[in-house]
């Protein structure tokens, strides 16, 4: 499940990836609050994240606030995901940017639990980093790319 921070991070990314296809704007932080539904205090820390990353900028001035400037084409949901909640393995052993041996475990290549949680795990992550902010401006419902019925989705 991801979090609600994340949730407004990827609105954002998606009211400045609409607003880039307008006319390229900068938007106050106030205007982001208002567009995506996020509270404007708990917005400020995103995009600083969101900023430190590279997807957005910020400008001074009387036409100042924040812009898209990567590509929705290139900013995956992973890449998103990974920002602002961290490793995304269900466990340490699995993580390809934060792995860590399991405690409890003897032998890796063995281990039953990494095993059934390692096929799936390698579905999620071949889907979530093909995913892209372009692709939740695009299209309304992306998992019918990958014949996910809304049964087996909703959960």
Request: net charge positive; with cysteine.
């Amino acid at each position: 499940m991801i979090t609600q921070k994340t949730k407004y991070a990827l609105k954002s990314l998606m009211v400045m990836a609409d607003e880039m296809a307008r006319d390229g704007t900068a938007l106050r932080i106030e205007e982001i609050a208002e567009r995506s539904g996020a509270p404007k205090r708990f917005l400020e820390h995103i995009l600083l994240d969101l900023k430190r990353a590279g997807f957005i900028g910020s400008r001074r001035g009387r036409k100042g606030g924040y812009e898209l400037i990567k590509n929705p084409r290139r900013i995956s949901i992973a890449m998103i995901l990974r920002l602002i909640d961290g490793p995304m393995a269900p466990l340490p052993c699995l993580s390809r940017k934060a792995y860590q041996r399991c405690e409890d475990c003897k032998d890796e290549e063995t281990c039953r639990v990494r095993a059934v949680f390692g096929g799936f795990y390698s579905a999620y992550i071949l889907m979530i980093e093909s995913l892209t902010l372009a692709d939740l401006m695009e299209d309304s419902q992306p998992l019918e790319r990958f014949s996910l019925s809304e049964a087996a989705a909703g959960e």
